[in-house]
């Protein structure tokens, strides 16, 4: 970032002065500096594990416009790693608790909330409408779409992610090297990877990371030391070893590529949205869709529908909660124990926690053969929608 902004940069009240003096007399930061964070419009993808610490530290730091995007509300079983939230929040949309929390931690910033998913169809507009965007999601659909919308919008994207033990921060700018898709051209495949959700965090963590972005992020505004450009920091929590990989440019790159910029904005064909469901009647028996919804799936049970209910989840997870007359084999193990399915029964309708490990099962049956169907959602979307009684996790 060049620390141009298309507006004065704002001078600095008393009360700043006061609030920021341990940065003012840092001499590579100082008065010119403060007034630049001030000045500048940060773009945050996700408020959760690691938007939270951004958050916290963008506001506290005194960007003056910061901006966030989410969807979703505030869980129980966000609380453990999302210490944006507390139990008062709980319900509550995550970009309003956000507004309110970072409110009392800086009231000069304008804190700017987009209480939407980052989608096709808003991500320019809110990608040119920032100086650097910061990647906080958890999804590959939104990461991968979130990298090319920079590349097209010429910004700066201070990228991070978190899985069980190890962490890893980025920043990606076209315009003088790499981008997300140099170092991962394409998503890969539904299911292979799993997310937190299915395969867990320590809590600590998204604060390591997220707080490394932030940083990133204000390395970039002030035009100091020495960013992440170009280059993946790999955390190991467990063993606390940090290690550098240098990215290279592709030519061929998908993302940033000559090729690429001449291609609408579209989102990865690697993880998509839940296809259009056909319906199942007894006209069509034939026709097997890859998913369905929950509330088609209990229409099946209350109608008598035969079918195998597969639940792909660990064990540890059927203990917290399950549904029905579910058969527990779990994805790991599924391939060895095929000929405990009992087609007789019917199709197989898979579930797991979420969808994902749910659809690379269904994909796997069907390729051998066994009529499968994938139950979009999972047992989160089961007890959401249908069974509150089941417990989330």
Request: aromatic share 6%; glycine share 10%.
């Amino acid at each position: 970032m060049s620390g141009d902004t298309s507006t004065a940069i704002p001078a600095l009240s008393n009360d700043e002065l006061a609030r920021y003096s341990r940065h003012l007399i840092l001499p590579e930061v100082g008065a010119a500096g403060q007034e630049r964070l001030k000045a500048a419009r940060i773009l945050m993808i996700g408020a959760g594990g690691l938007g939270s610490p951004i958050a916290l530290y963008l506001a506290a730091a005194g960007i003056g416009t910061l901006g966030i995007v989410d969807f979703d509300r505030v869980e129980t079983s966000n609380l453990h790693r999302q210490v944006l939230f507390g139990d008062s929040d709980l319900g509550v949309p995550k970009v309003e608790a956000a507004r309110r929390r970072l409110t009392d931690v800086n009231p000069h910033v304008d804190i700017v909330t987009h209480e939407a998913r980052f989608d096709v169809d808003n991500a320019l507009d809110l990608v040119a409408d920032y100086d650097v965007v910061i990647d906080g999601s958890d999804n590959f659909r939104t990461r991968y779409l979130v990298s090319d919308a920079c590349v097209r919008c010429a910004k700066p994207l201070v990228w991070g992610a978190v899985q069980r033990f190890e962490g890893q921060v980025a920043v990606f700018d076209a315009r003088q090297g790499a981008c997300y898709r140099c170092l991962f051209p394409e998503p890969p495949p539904a299911g292979t990877v799993p997310s937190c959700a299915e395969g867990g965090v320590l809590g600590v963590l998204p604060g390591m990371i997220g707080t490394l972005q932030a940083n990133e992020a204000i390395k970039l505004v002030l035009g100091i030391g020495e960013p992440l450009v170009s280059t993946l920091l790999v955390v190991d929590a467990l063993r606390l070893r940090f290690r550098k990989v240098k990215i290279r440019k592709r030519a061929d790159c998908p993302g940033c590529g000559e090729a690429a910029l001449s291609r609408p904005l579209a989102a990865p064909d690697g993880e998509t949205c839940a296809p259009a469901e056909e319906p199942m009647t007894s006209e069509t028996p034939t026709e097997l869709p890859i998913e369905i919804t929950v509330e088609t799936y209990r229409a099946w049970r209350e109608e008598g529908r035969p079918h195998l209910l597969l639940d792909v989840r660990e064990p540890w997870e059927a203990q917290i909660g399950s549904l029905p007359d579910a058969t527990l084999i779990p994805l790991g193990t599924l391939g060895m124990r095929l000929d405990e399915l009992d087609e007789r029964a019917g199709p197989v309708v898979i579930y797991c926690h979420h969808g994902s490990r749910s659809m690379h099962a269904t994909q796997a049956l069907r390729h051998h053969g066994i009529d499968a169907i994938n139950l979009a959602g999972g047992i989160d979307a089961w007890s959401l929608l249908i069974d509150p009684a089941v417990a989330r996790y």
